[in-house]
């Protein structure tokens, strides 16, 4: 089963290239660092819940579990208090709900989730790793394959071939073969999982308000 959230690493660059002040890109320039490392600074001093935001990831609608790309994001908690790196923090720790939800619903469908493995860009950003450790309760691992999609083809292909050819006679005989060894781990901390339960349940009771009941964000969408 293939599952999939249609928007996260882009969420965060929509915030940081239309929304994010000017003294944030400045501080970056003068660092020379990128603006996410300074958001991902700030909001790493803040403890889940602090920020009194919880956000839907929708900005490019949902794929899994909903399947509605009319659907549209939101950010509820919002107050003159609230700072760049609290929305932030929100938009990645909506995108980790957004995972629990899809390994929910695997586990409900009879394919529990006891294993995460992380590739990609993302991986980068520590803060967000852990975040998602927290939220989903599991630790991760962080691939050793900088190219892990097409590390898989090529186990494939050489489980295809065969060993007469060179290859190998499973999937799991190539991938013991071919696969690196992962370059971190993220382990959960139970405080901050205790906390995010709490955030969660605001999440998923958000989600069946918006995502099982669409009609408000598909009528403003009628409104463009």
Do not use: C, K
Not at 43 to 52: H, I, K, N, V, Y
Not at 122 to 135: E, K, P, S
Not at 142 to 163: D, E, I, N
Not at 170 to 182: G, L, R
């Amino acid at each position: 089963y293939e599952a999939g959230q249609a928007a996260v690493g882009d969420s965060f660059a929509w915030f940081v290239d239309t929304l994010l002040p000017g003294e944030i890109h400045d501080e970056a320039a003068q660092r020379g660092v990128s603006p996410h490392d300074v958001l991902s600074e700030r909001a790493s001093t803040l403890r889940p819940g602090e920020t009194g935001l919880v956000a839907l990831d929708w900005w490019n609608g949902n794929r899994s579990t909903l399947v509605d790309a009319e659907l549209s994001g939101l950010l509820i908690g919002a107050t003159l208090a609230t700072r760049p790196e609290h929305i932030y923090r929100a938009l990645v720790e909506s995108t980790a709900f957004g995972t629990r939800v899809i390994a929910d619903a695997l586990t409900q469908g009879g394919v529990p989730i006891t294993r995460l493995v992380a590739g990609g860009g993302l991986t980068r950003n520590r803060l967000l790793m852990q975040i998602y450790a927290d939220v989903v309760g599991l630790e991760i691992e962080v691939a050793g394959a900088s190219q892990a999609s097409a590390l898989g083809a090529a186990m494939l292909g050489a489980v295809a071939a065969g060993r007469q050819a060179g290859g190998h006679a499973t999937v799991e005989d190539a991938a013991a073969a071919m696969a690196p060894a992962p370059t971190d781990r993220y382990r959960p901390d139970p405080t901050a999982h205790r906390r995010y339960d709490a955030l969660y349940a605001i999440y998923g009771e958000l989600y069946d308000a918006f995502g099982r009941h669409p009609q408000l964000m598909h009528r403003l969408r009628s409104l463009r």
